[in-house]
Each structure stands twice: as structure tokens, then as C-alpha cells.
């Protein structure tokens, strides 16, 4: 059937593509390819997929065409909160289509739809636009979503729901249904989950029905079950995944282990969170007499549990990957596996597939081999309590294996940089939170040499296993990360020129190298550093070895995380199968549609991670507000605009706004051409770069901002400001 599918799909772009092709709807289109009334499903079937894929578009009358034809594109929306969209394209490399707000119609974030191109961009630039394609939505292929989460709220006529997400513009009008189809009858201010009815007119607001009431808002958990609910997280195994989980044996069994190598004896620790409570990698280094070293990285081996069609595979299939929330871990496996056989804890056996790389003294890989073993832990180390050993001269075993550790993955890190590689790497910042959930302190978390010595032997596993697995044509799923759009990269070099940096060709990956070296440390660093990111693609999975641009390796997969990722489970098979040397097409299919489904579920979990470490941070701030104790926090400012000052409060990773009107110690003048405000009696400046120290003044939930006001001396004793000694609080030491 799927022959005759692609042979179906063929035979209608022929059709279309024939010079002398006039608009046909479906039944002419059947009639002309000869397809009878019993094959009719079929044509419906493929002319869907065409029509889903942009490779035809539907016209008036349910009319069949070519979408270059008509000036049509298909692909993905992205609405930004101000109303106005983009819209990503099905086919790779063509540029994003600009989506007036007035031209959305019904249509909402992450819907699949068809829009009409309205100006080109010469045109556009030609007006004084911003260069862009333009487009106006047509059709709606595919909503995203059939529900969403919001506040209840009433007007004196009716009740409405605010949606959660700010990039759902609209409200949604609902009837509060009668008791007995809700347990609990929601009241205004409730967290509620709304089903959207077909909405047809942009003129009219969307109505839906309340199919769950999750609680007041301000009650503890409901803002993290909100965030649940709204990216559709699972919050439950199924009992046939748990009843097969509950087979597996708590401990390794001498009968586990055979085949298997022996490094029991072995010296391998492994270094995590603080508040980690799995542990999917370890790790242990030796030098070699003459110069060099031996790396040995061993991860769980999940697929010693996890059997393919299995109930637990189907379900991590599913998942995808764990989702880690600031106030729990959604799981991709039920705890008797992932915090408990496949865990790595100290003192236990445990299975593993370790990596073991051979290292010239001057960083090159001299050989590589891999196996099915088992470890024994010999400790668990923290990030900070590795840290402090490398702080400080070894004297004994673990503190010496450390430090040649770090000799080794120093060695890694400088080499990777000298090859090309971009230093993209973020600070953390980790939201604690009390008994009850709420936040109490917000921690910023350095990329310091006890996380580089864990991540360049990952690194280095994962490009090990790649260019294995590519070098005896295996198939398997890569991470790959590929070169980005020249005009995205121009865009990104006149953001960068606008912060009057100098700065030349982007497109070479040296330049791009010395422009991140020159922002280490400055107060625009995190802006600039975001905007490029966004210049670039974004990483995914892939069943072809397409490289990382970011990384700047050729060969580069997933191995070291198989407890919270399915695309590291699938490498694990992958890798166990080097003698077998075929494997069929249907295999290879699997794969791609495997890449695809987890890099779906890779970015719905980074966005709700995002969402709720944002939603947390913003509770904080509005605590402190009702306590009326705000706390004075490091800021720099990293924009001027006419209405205020963008900054960037670096300790808790935040970006917020000074208004223009909170500056009441004079009247201030805006200056675009130097981007700074002046003070006209005081001469006091406010220019991109300076430090200042600011004070939560408003928070605006709904929309995601956080308003501040600068502390000076009799600011904070005016407006009851908390010290700036007591700053110290937010920062990790």
C-alpha cells in the first residue's frame, strides 16, 4: 500500500506541475488520474498528506494547486504576544513569512497553516518595512492544540478565560457548567482547562467549555499542574508499564552478568546535581606511562531493561525524555528503573555500556573501543564538593584520580575551542523552593571546571559512539546542528553593530568566536549571546550524521542520558548491534520518524521547563512585593528605549523594565542616535552597559513582565527597599 501511495503522490505533482493544468477539485482530480470510486479513500488519503506537507495547497471551491502557483506557503505559526506572528515554512532553507496581527484571522501559536504571500520583501523594503515577506493566513490545516489553560475571570454579563500562554491573544468566553459534570464547580480566579469549540471569526472571541477546574490560582502546585496541563505532560504510568517495571529486579544478579566486563575494581565515580537523583553516568581517568591518557565513560545501560516493543519502550517512546519542573521530575521511566537499577548509586552493581578512549598526550584520539560492562560506584560526588577538590592540592586517591581528570578534560576543552566551537554555554539558575512549594531563593548556578570536566567526556563519548557508528554504517539517530541561514546571521550581525561593537564577517566561525570572547562579562553579554542563539538553527535529531555546527564536529550523537532521553536508549541498540552490518529500510524509516517524534518532545519539554522556572521567578518577585521587603539585586542595562530601560539583573538571569516614569529625580530626555537618557537639570546619563542597583516595583503575571525601580540612598529608605547587604542571598557563595 505504501508503494502505491508514493506512486499515487507522484502521479497528482505531475498533474499539477503539467503546463496546461487548470485548478481541479477532488473528484476531477480522481477522475483525471483514473481512480475509481473504490480507491477513492486512497486519493483522499495522499492528497491530505500532500496538502498537510505544503506540497499542494487547497484554493477556492476545494481547487487543487501548486502553492508557488498561487503565491501560497504551508508550515508552523509562532505568535508573539504584541499580536503579530511568523510562520516557519514545511520546506528547509526558505526564509520565515511576517504575519501582521490583523492577518492571523483565527488562527493561533503552533497551528499548521496555509498563508497567502501579500508582499514580497523587495516590496516591503521598498515601503521602509522591515525587509520581511509578508503573508495573510488563508486556511487552518491543524490546531495545535484542542484546549488550554487559563484564569477564570467574570464581567458583570458573563464569565471568560485568560489564557496562561501571552502568545494566546484572546479570550476565551465560557458557560459555567452545571455541577454534576465538574467535581468541583470553578469560581473566578481558578486554574482551569478550557476545550476550544471551532472558532470562525477573528471578529467574535473564541468560546470553549471547562472540561477541569485545577484550583485557585494562588493554591500551592496548581501553577506547576497548570504548566502540566498545558503542554499536555503526563502525569501518571499506565499499569501495564508499572506491572512490567515491577518485574525487573531491584539488584544485579550474578546470573546479569555475564558476557559482561568486570571494572568493579575499578576507581569510577560519578559527579551531579546536588539534588540529582538519578545517575546515568560515571566516569574514570588514567594516565598513561610515557604521556596520554585512558578516559573511561560507563552509562546505564537501559536497554538491558528496556526491550524494544516492550510496554516500558512504547511509554519512553511516547515520553520521549524526562521533563524536569522546579518543583518535580516527570519521568521518561517509572522510579523502579530510573532511580533505582539503572541508577548508578556507590557501593552497588550496576549494568553499564562504557566508552573507553585513548588519548595521545597532545589531546588526539588514539583508539576507541566500546562494551557491555559492569561497575561498582566507588563514589557520589556533588558538583560542589568536586569543585572544592579541585580547588585544592590532592591528597588522596579520589582528590588525585580528580585532578588528572580535569588535566585531561582542560586538554578536551581547550582543543574543542582552538576547532572551532562556540562558547554558548549559560548559567543556571535554580529556583528552591519551601515545603509548600513556594519560591524562597533564586541561585545562580556557574559553569565552573567541575561541570567542564563532566561535559567534555560526554562530549567526547558521544562524538566517540558517532563517528563508530557512522564509520561501520550502523543507523541510528545523530544530534545534529546545521549551518545556519546567511541572512539570519546579517540580521544577528546588525543586532550586534547596533550595541556598537565592532565586528566583521559572522558567517566565518572565527569572527563569531572573537565576538563572544569579547562579550565574557559585559552586561549585554546575555542578550547578545540569546540573539544569536536565535540566529541559529535549532539542534535536533536526525538519522543522518549531518554534523554540529555549535560544537563545530563533524560526527556527534546522543549516548550519555539514555535514563531521560529515548534518543540515547536508541543509540544504546544501535551500538550493540556493531557486528551486524544490515539492517531493513522498515528500520530505517522507524528511525526517522523516531528523530522526529523526540525532537518534538525535546523542545515541548525546554519550553515548559522555561515556562515554569519563568512562572516560579515571577512569584518570587511578586512575594516580595506583598511582603513589602523587596531585595536589591545587580542590574545593567542592556537597551534604552523612549519609554525606559531594559535590564538585565545578571544573578537571577532576569530581564525586566525601568519605566521612564519611576525616574522621578528629573526629567529625562530620551536620545535615540546614542541610546542613552539625560537628566536636564541633574546631566545624570543612562546609557547601555551601566551598573545599577533596582528593586522589584510591579509584576504583570499575565503578560510575563517584571517592572523594577533603581535603588539609590533615599530611594531605598523612601520606598522601604531591603539593604544591598542582604543581596548576598541570591548569589551561590
Given at each position: 500500500?505504501?508503494?502505491?501511495?508514493?506512486?499515487?503522490?507522484?502521479?497528482?505533482?505531475?498533474?499539477?506541475?503539467?503546463?496546461?493544468?487548470?485548478?481541479?477539485?477532488?473528484?476531477?482530480?480522481?477522475?483525471?488520474?483514473?481512480?475509481?470510486?473504490?480507491?477513492?479513500?486512497?486519493?483522499?488519503?495522499?492528497?491530505?498528506?500532500?496538502?498537510?506537507?505544503?506540497?499542494?495547497?487547497?484554493?477556492?471551491?476545494?481547487?487543487?494547486?501548486?502553492?508557488?502557483?498561487?503565491?501560497?506557503?504551508?508550515?508552523?505559526?509562532?505568535?508573539?504576544?504584541?499580536?503579530?506572528?511568523?510562520?516557519?515554512?514545511?520546506?528547509?532553507?526558505?526564509?520565515?513569512?511576517?504575519?501582521?496581527?490583523?492577518?492571523?484571522?483565527?488562527?493561533?501559536?503552533?497551528?499548521?497553516?496555509?498563508?497567502?504571500?501579500?508582499?514580497?520583501?523587495?516590496?516591503?523594503?521598498?515601503?521602509?518595512?522591515?525587509?520581511?515577506?509578508?503573508?495573510?493566513?488563508?486556511?487552518?490545516?491543524?490546531?495545535?492544540?484542542?484546549?488550554?489553560?487559563?484564569?477564570?475571570?467574570?464581567?458583570?454579563?458573563?464569565?471568560?478565560?485568560?489564557?496562561?500562554?501571552?502568545?494566546?491573544?484572546?479570550?476565551?468566553?465560557?458557560?459555567?457548567?452545571?455541577?454534576?459534570?465538574?467535581?468541583?464547580?470553578?469560581?473566578?480566579?481558578?486554574?482551569?482547562?478550557?476545550?476550544?469549540?471551532?472558532?470562525?471569526?477573528?471578529?467574535v472571541n473564541p468560546e470553549g467549555q471547562i472540561i477541569e477546574v485545577l484550583g485557585p490560582s494562588s493554591a500551592p502546585g496548581v501553577d506547576m499542574l497548570s504548566i502540566i496541563r498545558k503542554y499536555h505532560l503526563p502525569t501518571q504510568?499506565?499499569?501495564?508499564?508499572?506491572?512490567?517495571?515491577?518485574?525487573?529486579?531491584?539488584?544485579?544478579?550474578?546470573?546479569?552478568?555475564?558476557?559482561?566486563?568486570?571494572?568493579?575494581?575499578?576507581?569510577?565515580?560519578?559527579?551531579?546535581?546536588?539534588?540529582?537523583?538519578?545517575?546515568?553516568?560515571?566516569?574514570?581517568?588514567?594516565?598513561?606511562?610515557?604521556?596520554?591518557?585512558?578516559?573511561?565513560?560507563?552509562?546505564?545501560?537501559?536497554?538491558?531493561?528496556?526491550?524494544?516493543?516492550?510496554?516500558?519502550?512504547?511509554?519512553?517512546?511516547?515520553?520521549?525524555?524526562?521533563?524536569?519542573?522546579?518543583?518535580?521530575?516527570?519521568?521518561?521511566?517509572?522510579?523502579?528503573?530510573?532511580?533505582?537499577?539503572?541508577?548508578?548509586?556507590?557501593?552497588?552493581?550496576?549494568?553499564?555500556?562504557?566508552?573507553?578512549?585513548?588519548?595521545?598526550?597532545?589531546?588526539?584520539?588514539?583508539?576507541?573501543?566500546?562494551?557491555?560492562?559492569?561497575?561498582?560506584?566507588?563514589?557520589?560526588?556533588?558538583?560542589?564538593?568536586?569543585?572544592?577538590?579541585?580547588?585544592?592540592?590532592?591528597?588522596?586517591?579520589?582528590?588525585?584520580?580528580?585532578?588528572?581528570?580535569?588535566?585531561?578534560?582542560?586538554?578536551?576543552?581547550?582543543?574543542?575551542?582552538?576547532?572551532?566551537?562556540?562558547?554558548?554555554?549559560?548559567?543556571?539558575?535554580?529556583?528552591?523552593?519551601?515545603?509548600?512549594?513556594?519560591?524562597?531563593?533564586?541561585?545562580?548556578?556557574?559553569?565552573?571546571?567541575?561541570?567542564?570536566?563532566?561535559?567534555?567526556?560526554?562530549?567526547?563519548?558521544?562524538?566517540?559512539?558517532?563517528?563508530?557508528?557512522?564509520?561501520?554504517?550502523?543507523?541510528?539517530?545523530?544530534?545534529?546542528?546545521?549551518?545556519?541561514?546567511?541572512?539570519?546571521?546579517?540580521?544577528?550581525?546588525?543586532?550586534?553593530?547596533?550595541?556598537?561593537?565592532?565586528?566583521?564577517?559572522?558567517?566565518?566561525?572565527?569572527?563569531?568566536?572573537?565576538?563572544?570572547?569579547?562579550?565574557?562579562?559585559?552586561?549585554?553579554?546575555?542578550?547578545?549571546?540569546?540573539?544569536?542563539?536565535?540566529?541559529?538553527?535549532?539542534?535536533?535529531?536526525?538519522?543522518?550524521?549531518?554534523?554540529?555546527?555549535?560544537?563545530?564536529?563533524?560526527?556527534?550523537?546522543?549516548?550519555?542520558?539514555?535514563?531521560?532521553?529515548?534518543?540515547?536508549?536508541?543509540?544504546?541498540?544501535?551500538?550493540?548491534?556493531?557486528?551486524?552490518?544490515?539492517?531493513?529500510?522498515?528500520?530505517?524509516?522507524?528511525?526517522?520518524?523516531?528523530?522526529?517524534?523526540?525532537?518534538i518532545t525535546e523542545r515541548v519539554a525546554a519550553e515548559a521547563e522555561m515556562d515554569s522556572v519563568k512562572m516560579k521567578k515571577l512569584e518570587f518577585f511578586q512575594r516580595q512585593l506583598e511582603a513589602r521587603d523587596p531585595q536589591i539585586?545587580?542590574?545593567?542595562?542592556?537597551?534604552?528605549?523612549?519609554?525606559?530601560?531594559?535590564?538585565?539583573?545578571?544573578?537571577?538571569?532576569?530581564?525586566?523594565?525601568?519605566?521612564?516614569?519611576?525616574?522621578?529625580?528629573?526629567?529625562?530626555?530620551?536620545?535615540?542616535?546614542?541610546?542613552?537618557?539625560?537628566?536636564?537639570?541633574?546631566?545624570?546619563?543612562?546609557?547601555?552597559?551601566?551598573?545599577?542597583?533596582?528593586?522589584?516595583?510591579?509584576?504583570?503575571?499575565?503578560?510575563?513582565?517584571?517592572?523594577?525601580?533603581?535603588?539609590?540612598?533615599?530611594?531605598?529608605?523612601?520606598?522601604?527597599?531591603?539593604?544591598?547587604?542582604?543581596?548576598?542571598?541570591?548569589?551561590?557563595?
Open positions: 500500500m505504501k508503494s502505491e501511495n508514493d506512486q499515487l503522490r507522484q502521479q497528482i505533482l505531475r498533474l499539477l506541475s503539467a503546463p496546461k493544468y487548470r485548478p481541479l477539485d477532488k473528484a476531477e482530480l480522481g477522475k483525471a488520474l483514473g481512480r475509481k470510486s473504490g480507491v477513492r479513500m486512497g486519493l483522499n488519503e495522499v492528497l491530505r498528506q500532500l496538502e498537510q506537507s505544503g506540497e499542494i495547497a487547497r484554493i477556492r471551491k476545494n481547487r487543487y494547486v501548486l502553492p508557488s502557483e498561487a503565491d501560497l506557503v504551508t508550515g508552523k505559526l509562532h505568535v508573539h504576544q504584541a499580536g503579530y506572528a511568523f510562520l516557519t515554512r514545511e520546506k528547509p532553507g526558505e526564509q520565515d513569512l511576517f504575519i501582521a496581527a490583523e492577518n492571523t484571522g483565527t488562527a493561533m501559536h503552533g497551528d499548521k497553516v496555509v498563508a497567502r504571500i501579500t508582499r514580497d520583501e523587495p516590496y516591503s523594503r521598498a515601503r521602509g518595512g522591515h525587509g520581511r515577506t509578508e503573508g495573510r493566513i488563508i486556511r487552518i490545516l491543524e490546531r495545535a492544540h484542542d484546549s488550554l489553560v487559563g484564569t477564570l475571570e467574570q464581567s458583570k454579563n458573563f464569565f471568560y478565560v485568560v489564557p496562561d500562554d501571552p502568545r494566546i491573544v484572546h479570550n476565551v468566553y465560557v458557560q459555567i457548567p452545571p455541577q454534576p459534570p465538574l467535581p468541583t464547580r470553578p469560581n473566578r480566579g481558578d486554574k482551569v482547562v478550557v476545550r476550544l469549540e471551532p472558532w470562525e471569526s477573528r471578529h504510568f499506565p499499569r501495564n508499564v508499572l506491572e512490567e517495571a515491577e518485574t525487573i529486579p531491584e539488584t544485579v544478579g550474578e546470573d546479569m552478568l555475564e558476557g559482561r566486563e568486570d571494572l568493579r575494581d575499578q576507581f569510577i565515580v560519578t559527579i551531579d546535581p546536588d539534588d540529582a537523583r538519578d545517575f546515568d553516568d560515571a566516569i574514570n581517568v588514567e594516565r598513561l606511562p610515557g604521556g596520554g591518557w585512558r578516559l573511561g565513560v560507563h552509562i546505564a545501560d537501559v536497554a538491558a531493561y528496556v526491550k524494544p516493543g516492550a510496554a516500558l519502550d512504547r511509554e519512553a517512546y511516547q515520553r520521549g525524555n524526562s521533563v524536569y519542573l522546579p518543583d518535580r521530575v516527570i519521568p521518561m521511566l517509572p522510579e523502579r528503573l530510573s532511580n533505582g537499577v539503572c541508577s548508578l548509586k556507590p557501593g552497588v552493581n550496576r549494568l553499564t555500556h562504557s566508552a573507553f578512549i585513548e588519548f595521545t598526550k597532545d589531546g588526539r584520539t588514539k583508539s576507541c573501543r566500546f562494551a557491555r560492562t559492569v561497575i561498582r560506584s566507588a563514589r557520589r560526588l556533588t558538583y560542589r564538593e568536586a569543585y572544592a577538590i579541585l580547588q585544592s592540592p590532592p591528597n588522596d586517591q579520589l582528590s588525585e584520580r580528580l585532578h588528572v581528570a580535569w588535566e585531561l578534560a582542560s586538554f578536551l576543552r581547550k582543543k574543542r575551542f582552538q576547532q572551532g566551537s562556540l562558547d554558548l554555554d549559560f548559567p543556571e539558575v535554580k529556583v528552591r523552593l519551601d515545603d509548600e512549594g513556594k519560591p524562597i531563593l533564586l541561585e545562580r548556578i556557574e559553569n565552573d571546571e567541575s561541570h567542564q570536566l563532566v561535559e567534555e567526556f560526554m562530549l567526547a563519548a558521544n562524538e566517540a559512539v558517532a563517528r563508530e557508528l557512522k564509520n561501520r554504517s550502523i543507523p541510528a539517530i545523530y544530534r545534529v546542528h546545521e549551518n545556519p541561514d546567511l541572512e539570519k546571521l546579517a540580521e544577528y550581525r546588525e543586532l550586534v553593530l547596533s550595541y556598537n561593537y565592532k565586528v566583521g564577517d559572522v558567517t566565518n566561525r572565527a569572527e563569531l568566536q572573537r565576538l563572544l570572547a569579547s562579550l565574557r562579562g559585559k552586561p549585554e553579554e546575555q542578550a547578545l549571546k540569546i540573539g544569536l542563539l536565535k540566529s541559529l538553527k535549532r539542534a535536533r535529531y536526525a538519522p543522518q550524521p549531518l554534523g554540529h555546527y555549535g560544537l563545530a564536529k563533524t560526527n556527534y550523537t546522543h549516548f550519555t542520558s539514555p535514563i531521560r532521553r529515548y534518543a540515547d536508549l536508541v543509540v544504546h541498540r544501535s551500538l550493540a548491534e556493531l557486528e551486524q552490518t544490515r539492517r531493513s529500510r522498515a528500520d530505517m524509516g522507524q528511525l526517522a520518524s523516531t528523530a522526529e517524534h523526540i525532537s539585586f545587580r542590574a545593567a542595562i542592556i537597551d534604552v528605549r523612549n519609554y525606559g530601560l531594559l535590564v538585565e539583573l545578571p544573578d537571577v538571569l532576569l530581564t525586566g523594565l525601568v519605566h521612564v516614569s519611576s525616574l522621578k529625580d528629573d526629567f529625562y530626555v530620551f536620545h535615540p542616535t546614542q541610546r542613552r537618557f539625560i537628566g536636564r537639570l541633574s546631566r545624570r546619563r543612562f546609557s547601555v552597559g551601566d551598573q545599577l542597583r533596582v528593586f522589584v516595583a510591579r509584576v504583570d503575571v499575565f503578560k510575563r513582565q517584571v517592572d523594577f525601580a533603581i535603588a539609590d540612598e533615599t530611594a531605598s529608605k523612601r520606598d522601604g527597599a531591603r539593604p544591598s547587604t542582604r543581596d548576598k542571598r541570591v548569589r551561590r557563595n
